[in-house]
Every structure is written in C-alpha cells, then in structure tokens.
C-alpha cells in the first residue's frame, strides 16, 4: 500500500544550527510528495511540494528533492529560527487522496 | 476572505450522543475532506468528496458520516460517539484534486468523548 515514514521526535536545535527530518514513503506508481507544517493552535498549510523524481521544492528557506531511487524527500533548512517551532508533516498524494506521516515536532531554542 | 471554518473549536460528548462538526468554505473549492489527528498516527482520512452530491470513504470511515448538499458546506456527523473517536478533526478544501491544487485546512476541532 501506500505509507510514508518519518523521524521520530522531537528534534530539538539551537538557532541557526542546519535541519534534516528524514522522510521515506512507500507507494505504487509516482506519487506527488509534499511537506505541511502545522503551527501550535493551528491546521496544516502547505511548506513546498514535488510532482516527479528530481524536483526539488523550496520555500521560505526549506527545501526538499524527490529522490526516487531512495524513495526518500528529505527536508532541510540550513539555519532554522525559534520561529520555525513546528510540526512537520511528509505526504504523498494517490488519486484523491492524501497520506500523511506521523508528523515530527522541531523545537527551536534561542 | 474566511478559508475554511470549523465549528465549535472544542466539544465534550458522553459516550452515545451523536453530534455534528461543522465545515464551511469560501473558496468555491470542489474537493473537500474530513481528516482526525491521533499523537504519533499523523492525520488520517476519514471521507471526503469531490463535489457537490457526491462523496467517499477514506482510511478510517466507521463510526462517521457526511454528505455535500452544497459546494460550501461538508458536515461530520458522529452517530454514536464513542471514546476511540476523541481526537482532533480538521476539515481541507481545494479547488481540485491534484499536486497543482494545495489542501487548504482549518483549524481543528478537539472533541473528547468520555
């Protein structure tokens, strides 16, 4: 079937320290690939997506690339804020349907 | 310009009592869905639809139902809450279905049933 998985957390950095929160899914055919972040208090809202193998997706600093012979997309940030405080969320879309990881908690201190 | 709304942002039910989220949007979005977050489960579907008159299970159905009589309005129902079913729900809109067409969410609703 379809899955993702992602790191546990929570991951816990300093203020400008680099980030990676692994991703790995499992799906038949090429799915889309998608990174939500979910601030406290609130619903999900799109961080950046990729629609084929190679694609890279970036926004507000993260980025991630459709690795397709990994089955991997990996997020990163190369220097995070307190502001970045978050849960993340790796997806893979199939038909009308999203899937979504268990979500990882980053806390940021300054 | 709302987005999508969810009412009421918390509810507690005994076990039994049925009642209705609510989930409204603006957007003129055709595909809407019904989502419940558990800790370490991440968010799960429940159903959704693709439009007006028109809607399907998804992961976790038992327990729930919804119909889409309006292109705004996509109501969960719980028919007889029980405790598995405390969690957070959120509600998801889009224009339509695809990579092209980002989900846009509410804000949850926190429901326990005791």
């Known amino acids: 079937g379809n899955s993702v998985t992602q790191m546990e957390g929570p991951v816990t950095l300093s203020e400008e320290a680099f980030l990676t929160i692994n991703c790995t899914y499992t799906?038949?055919?090429?799915?889309?690939l998608f990174w939500y972040v979910q601030y406290p208090g609130e619903g999900l809202q799109l961080l950046l997506k990729a629609t084929k193998a190679d694609d890279k997706g970036s926004n507000k600093g993260f980025e991630a690339t459709y690795r397709k012979e990994t089955t991997s997309f990996h997020l990163e940030k190369g220097s995070v804020q307190v502001s970045d405080s978050a849960v993340y969320f790796c997806?893979?879309?199939?038909?009308?349907?999203?899937?979504f990881g268990a979500g990882t908690i980053l806390r940021v201190k300054s | 310009n709302a987005g999508v709304t969810q009412t009421p942002k918390f509810q507690v039910l005994k076990t039994g009592q049925s009642m209705t989220l609510q989930c409204a949007q603006d957007?003129?979005?055709?595909?809407m869905s019904w989502y419940r977050q558990d800790p370490g489960m991440g968010l799960r579907l429940i159903h959704y639809?693709?439009?007006?008159?028109?809607?399907d299970q998804g992961e976790v159905p038992n327990g729930y139902n919804v119909s889409r009589s309006t292109t705004e309005d996509f109501p969960l129902r719980l028919l007889s809450a029980a405790p598995s079913q405390t969690s957070v729900y959120f509600c998801?809109?889009?224009?339509?279905?695809?990579?092209?067409?980002?989900?846009?969410f509410g804000n949850g609703t926190r429901l326990t049933v005791t």
């Open positions: 957007m003129n979005h055709e595909y």
């Open positions: 639809s693709v439009g007006a008159g028109i809607t």
């Open positions: 997806a893979l879309e199939y038909g009308n349907k999203l899937v």
């Open positions: 998801a809109s889009s224009l339509w279905t695809g990579s092209s067409s980002p989900l846009h």
């Open positions: 799906a038949t055919g090429y799915p889309s």
